[in-house]
Every structure is written in C-alpha cells, then in structure tokens.
C-alpha cells in the first residue's frame, strides 16, 4: 500500500491537493497534472491513509477514488467530510451510472469525474473547487445583523420603501379606518395586513384571511355571509360567514379586484351600515369588524371600466399602504436573506448559516419577478443543495443564470469562449447525420471543439457505443442537476419521463 507522497511543487504557498487512489498509476497521473499548474501534490493509497492524512494535514482539495480495496471511497468521503465539512472532495470513478452520480452528491462531494481524465477537466474541477474555499472563507467573515427580536413582524427591511411602509402602518394600526394594501404578487401584502392587526386594539380578536380570488363565484357570498338551512342545494346546515367568525376583529379580503359586482354591493353595506344578510335569510346580522382589503391589480382602471364599484373603492381605499417590489428594494436582499435562512434553522429545516458574496451578488442582480415569494423560493431550494453551511453560486438554481456549467455540472465549456456558429448536423430521412452548412447553427465554436474532442475521445474507447454512452452521460447530469428528479430531467433533455426511465433501465441492465 503506498504512502504519502513528497510535494512535487517548489511553492510552499501553493494550495495542496490530495489524490486517494489504490491505483498506482492514477495516482502517478494525477500527480503530474496538477503538479505541473503549480500545485503541490500528496497521495494516498488507501481511504484509512487518505483519511488520517486529512486529519494531520488538511489538503485544500481532495481527489477520492470510489472503488478501492478496504475501505470504499462513499465510507473514505464520510469521514473526511466529518473531520472537515468544507473540504472539496471529488470522486473518481470509471462506472458513470445514475447511483453513482446520486450517492456522490448526496453524500457531500464538491464533484466527480470519470475515468480515464481529461487533464484540463481535472485542473478546471481544482479551480472551481478552490474557488469554493475561498467563496467560503469570504462569507465566514460576514456576521448577521439580525436578532431573535427582529423574527417578530416577519416584515424585513431598511429600504426607504420599506420604511415608509412601516411609517403608514405604525399611523392606521391604531384606528378602524379600513386599509387597501397593494403591490406586485409575492410582495407580502398579507404580512402587512397582519402587521397591521397585531399592532391594533383588535389584536386579541380573531383575524380571518380570505382570498377572493380563490372561491368560485356560486360561493362567494356564503363563504363570506354565509347561509341558512335549506338557502339552495347543498345547504342542509347553516353556515356562519367569514364575517361573523371575525367579529371583534380584523377580516382580510385578498385579492378584491377578483370579486364581482354582486358580491362587490353587499361588501360596501358591510362598510357603511356594520352589518351582514345570510344567504337566503330575510333578516340582518350586526357585525363589527376591520376591513383590510388587497390587490394586485389597477383598481383605478377598473373603476373607469365599469368593472370595480367606485363607490366601494373610495370606502376600501382610505389609506393607501403600497408595498414596494422586491426590484425597489434591492439593498433589502442580504437582510431578507438573513432572516429566511434563521427562519430555516430555527425549524431545524437546514444547517445553512449564509450566503457567500459572490452569490449574494447573482441575487442582487436578479429581476425577481415573483418579489420576496420567489426569493423564498430560491433560498429554500439552495438550502436544501448547498453541502455547507454556505450557499455558493453553484448552489443557487441555473435558471439563473449564476452557475458556470463547469462548475455545475461538469459541462466542458468556456467562458471566454466567442460565441460564433458553429457548422449544425441535421437528420436525413434514412437516420444518418449529414453536415449541412446552411442548417441552423446548433451550438457555439467552442462547444463545437469540444464535441469533436469528446467524439474522438469516445470513438476509440467505446466504438459502436458512441451515442448511448453519451446519451447515458448526459442522462446522468440532467438528473444531478435536477435534484434527480426524473420529470424534470427529462424536461431539461426535451424528452418523455418515460423514455428517459426506459433508458436508465437500458444502462442498468
């Protein structure tokens, strides 16, 4: 069993790389390539040595065989990652299947490789792996902002914006003026419309959250009066309405743009005479309750349309509180950040403490179309992929647009590649693929270098098996990178969840 090997690079500085391989030639190779870009190299020849070798001196990243007598590379991985959680680790393996992929990752590997190596492969993983340390180290220094106190409101923000937000509610809280909130979809109009409560004198009664949108329109009135026995089929008991439940308190209709002219008349003698007429009752119920209403749309608009009763817009819109898309407030971000990944830890959902700030970037510089919602959204979901407690940009969705695709999934391409066309391969009739020069241009220069090389490369090692190694390669990424979902992996490849079932079933067979 070999030993630790000397440093082959003069630089005492240079970052240390550890290549654990039973196989002396694998670890002779790698030695060579990455000593020969400055690095300095040691090797181990089993899991135990690689293992204790971490714990004597920890490398900067780590090259880990899979497949090795004693202890395999999935126990060497565990070990290692407990002994130091942010130590990159990437597997070699020269069995590529689904597994494979699916155990690496959800084991803790920065990434894997397949063997036999493309040396600039090796070389652009150990750069991307490096580069997470320092993504890492950067985002150590970063210390929260927020307290438990500040998780009260659930409202985040220091924005000018969000300030005069928090001005307006602070002046109505107080009274029973009724309140129309509106913004985007995703902006948090119901957080303010209970904000708004918890900080009035009806806090102790019953807030009630009805979204107008949501109820078909054959119920509407019920659900918010409601009925008698026997008002229309169906109705074999009374029904007690949203407004009588809150009475005392505080009703939220969200979404009120959606309701119609009917439902829209008996809302304004809710406001102006303080009471309610079940469904197929003769008689009036008094009821005293806050009216908070929302929306997303122009209501102004659809007063001139005739679609919006104007006498109950100017009832429902004494005070105005407008609450600012997440794009108006981008300096929020890291603030809202913070507090989402508290609110994860605090529920045990995720260990993830922070976000590194180059990936802190890619969020500032993104549209957020769904506001606070989809950065919710975006943040649970790196979370979850993130294998620290750190989320890094390769962590966050591709969509967008933040993950190099050598960073993500392994993908050979190059950022300074110029992206010119490239010659595009059609389909004839018989099957065969025929260049066409005046076909549409598939893909760019550089990926087109790089399909020739790869095409070569699997022409002598796998002739006669040249598509379905790539079509199983590509698989394999597709579910990696979806998280192995295998609905969206076949989505990402333009193909069926069934094919794309029937293919694996191929390989594994």
Sequence with gaps: MAGLLPNMAEDANAPTILVVDDDSEIRYSLNRVLASRGYRVA??????????????????????????????????????RGANN?????????????????????????????KPFDPDR???????????VEDLRKASDIQPKLKSEDWKEGIVGSSPAMQEVFKTIGQVAASDVTVMITGESGTGKELIARCICQHSHRARGPMVA???????????????FGHEKGAFTGATNQRIGRFEQCDGG???????????????????RVLQ??????????????????????????????????TFREDLYYRLNVVRVRVPSLRERIDDIPEIVEYMLQKLEKGRKSRVRRVSP???????????????????????????????DTILIRDLPPEMGATPAAEGNGAATSAKATPVSATAVTTTEGGSGSADTKATPVVSAGVA????????????ETPGRVLRTVEVELIRRALVREGDDQAKAAELLGTTKAALKKRLEESAG
């Design 250 to 268: 505080t009703i939220f209709l969200d979404e009120i743009g959606d309701m119609t002219l009917p439902t829209q008349t008996k809302i304004l």
């Design 358 to 388: 180059e990936a802190m970037e890619v969020l500032k510089k993104h549209r957020w179309p769904g506001n606070v919602r989809e950065l919710e959204n975006v943040i649970y979901r790196s979370a979850v992929v993130a294998q620290g």
């Design 43 to 80: 090797a181990a020849g089993s899991g135990e040595e690689g293992i204790a070798a971490v714990k004597k001196s920890p490398p900067d990243v780590v090259f880990l065989d899979i497949r090795m007598g004693g202890m395999s590379g999935l126990e060497t991985l565990q070990h290692m």
């Design 210 to 224: 009805v979204n107008c949108a949501a109820i078909p329109e054959n119920l509407i009135e019920s659900e918010l």
């Design 122 to 132: 090796v070389l652009r993983l150990t750069e991307n792996a490096l580069k997470a």
């Design 86 to 114: 942010k130590l990159p680790i990437i597997l070699m393996t020269a069995f590529g299947t689904a597994q494979t992929a699916i155990e690496a990752m959800k084991f803790g590997a920065f990434d894997y490789i397949m």
């Design 449 to 460: 270098a790089q399909l020739d090389a790869l095409f070569a490369a699997l022409a002598s």
């Design 273 to 306: 005479e303080g009471e309610i007429q079940r469904v197929g009752s003769t008689g009036t119920i008094k009821v005293d309750v806050r009216v908070i209403a929302a929306t997303n749309k122009d209501l102004e608009k659809m007063v001139a349309d005739k």
